[in-house]
């Protein structure tokens, strides 16, 4: 019995065939598929775009971005942006942080901190960084450690700091990371907020020392214990 071939299915219309007189274009194709009712046809074209990078996709890539509703078809959009050019897309991602909706923010944020260029460094502002929406504002956290040049580090602790004590455990979690990334350039910041007035913001800073000198403690445990800490009035410099 001949065993039938497991290669992934392709999609006929999104292969980059020469367009023919009278056809419709391989680029209005992948347009189409990129905004099917189907996510896994939005998922294909997107590895179509990606796979053979072309400048004319790039601002769709980026609209869809925006307003895609499922995160692995977004994950795709991402990784088919990093497949391009970043002096075509970093200045359009750059753009999008000026949305007023918070996806499109997040999205290009998201997409920057993939693409590592330096250039974005500038657009990753206070405003974005301390932004209301917490995935926008995560989202800026992780870019702007990827992008800040070394010199500028203590200035990027110092904002994030006035984060601390913000939002749920995941959120906490996600500025904890954000600061330990930065290295010993945030220490001296850390260490103020660990004597803070504000209860959340003096435990928070605690965890995210605890977790820098312990990187295989959980966060909850580093929070119970810097509540523990914070109760008896003591740091890691008394004890």
């Not at 820098?212 to 929070?223: N, V």
């Not at 509540?227 to 890691?236: D, H, I, Q």
């Amino acid at each position: 019995m001949t065993m039938p071939d497991h290669k992934p299915e392709r999609k006929p219309d999104l292969k980059p065939e020469p367009d023919e007189p009278g056809q419709e274009t391989y680029a209005a194709r992948a347009f189409r598929a990129l905004e099917s009712a189907g996510a896994s046809v939005r998922v294909q074209a997107a590895l179509a775009v990606g796979t053979d990078p072309d400048p004319r996709f790039v601002g769709k890539l980026v609209e869809r971005c925006a307003v895609e509703p499922e995160f692995h078809v977004r994950e795709m959009l991402t990784w088919a942006l990093t497949r391009h050019s970043p002096s075509i897309t970093v200045p359009k991602l750059v753009d999008e942080l000026r949305s007023e909706r918070a996806q499109a923010r997040s999205q290009a944020l998201h997409t920057l901190s993939k693409i590592g260029d330096g250039q974005a460094w500038p657009a990753i502002t206070r405003a974005l960084l301390t932004d209301a929406d917490d995935e926008v504002a995560r989202a800026a956290w992780r870019a702007a450690v990827v992008l800040v040049p070394e010199s500028e580090k203590p200035g990027l602790a110092a904002v994030l700091a006035t984060q601390l004590g913000r939002g749920d455990p995941e959120t906490r979690r996600s500025l904890s990371r954000a600061l330990i990334a930065l290295g010993e350039r945030m220490m001296p910041t850390l260490q103020a907020a660990m004597a803070a007035s504000d209860p959340q913001v003096r435990q928070h800073a605690i965890a995210t020392e605890r977790l820098w000198y312990d990187p295989d403690a959980g966060f909850e445990s580093a929070i119970e214990e810097a509540k523990r800490v914070a109760a008896l009035g003591t740091t890691s410099q008394d004890e």
